[in-house]
């Protein structure tokens, strides 16, 4: 398989999930868009993946190559029938690419927090074998607020009902991170957004707060996070 990455920072890459790639024989091409790269023309991809970022989407005016990236995404998903996989921002994106909308969160969630299965997502193929309540990264400040047409909310929390959610049989997103590794909070927090927003919910100490939260939950994570590529890719032959 040949997977297209969207990133819109270098280091909000695929995270763990690379070390699957690379044992699963599958080969990926990340595209850069905060550095003014253009993603290349679909044709030749088998899937498309669309990582997190510090903008939100309604930022069109300071980051114009948002509006590509959302036709691109119409594109893959809708037209194409293409796999997809989106996290945070990408969540976000396929939401108003496919129609549905994104605003300000009411309550920002950044920590290590839970989300809880739907009936729709007990019934998934993506969330198979994954926990009924799963801890799980959150750094965000905006959110889905209205889904997409045909969409199914797949988990929910009680600061944000749009967790995770799938659109037709391919197309699967949320809003948490799963695809965390050891060094990912030290990385994320040195991006000027993601340090203010972390400082704010966790104090002065919030970078040190939630690495520790995090190093103790890390095992945990990457289970979740190969039971979670392993779903995707049964995905990717459902029609």
């Known amino acids: 398989m040949k997977i297209l990455v969207l990133q819109h920072a270098s280091c909000e890459h695929p995270g763990i999930f690379r070390e699957f790639l ?25 899937a498309l993946w669309v990582m997190g970022g510090p903008m939100d989407v309604w930022q069109e005016d300071a980051h114009p190559w948002l509006q590509e990236e959302k036709r691109l995404i119409r594109d893959a998903v809708k037209e194409r029938g293409m796999p997809f996989l989106g996290l945070c921002l990408g969540h976000q994106l396929l939401a108003e690419a496919l129609g549905g909308a994104v605003g300000p969160s009411e309550i920002p969630e950044i920590g290590v927090l839970q989300v809880k299965q739907t009936e729709e997502g007990v019934q998934s193929v993506i969330l198979d074998g ?18 997409p047409e045909g969409a199914k ?19 699967f997103s949320a809003q948490f991170h799963v695809e965390i590794e050891a060094d990912t909070v030290e990385t994320w927090a040195k991006i ?43 995905t990717t032959a459902r029609v």
């Not at 994954?130 to 889904?147: G, R, T």
């Not at 340090?195 to 190093?215: M, N, Q, T, V």
């Open 22 to 46: 690379k044992e699963d024989g599958h080969e990926w091409l990340a595209v850069e868009l905060d550095q003014g790269e253009t993603a290349p023309p679909l044709d030749g991809f088998d």
């Open 153 to 171: 909310v797949l988990m929910t929390s009680d600061a944000c009902p749009v967790q995770a959610m799938s659109w037709g049989p391919r197309a």
């Open 192 to 234: 000027p957004e993601y340090h203010a927003a972390l400082i704010k919910a966790l104090g002065e100490s919030g970078p040190e707060k939630l690495k520790s939260y995090c190093d103790a939950h890390m095992a945990g994570f990457a289970k979740n996070a190969e039971r979670l590529y392993i779903n995707w890719l049964q």
């Open 130 to 147: 994954l926990p009924m309540v799963m801890d799980c990264l959150q750094w965000h400040s905006a959110e889905i607020k209205k889904l």
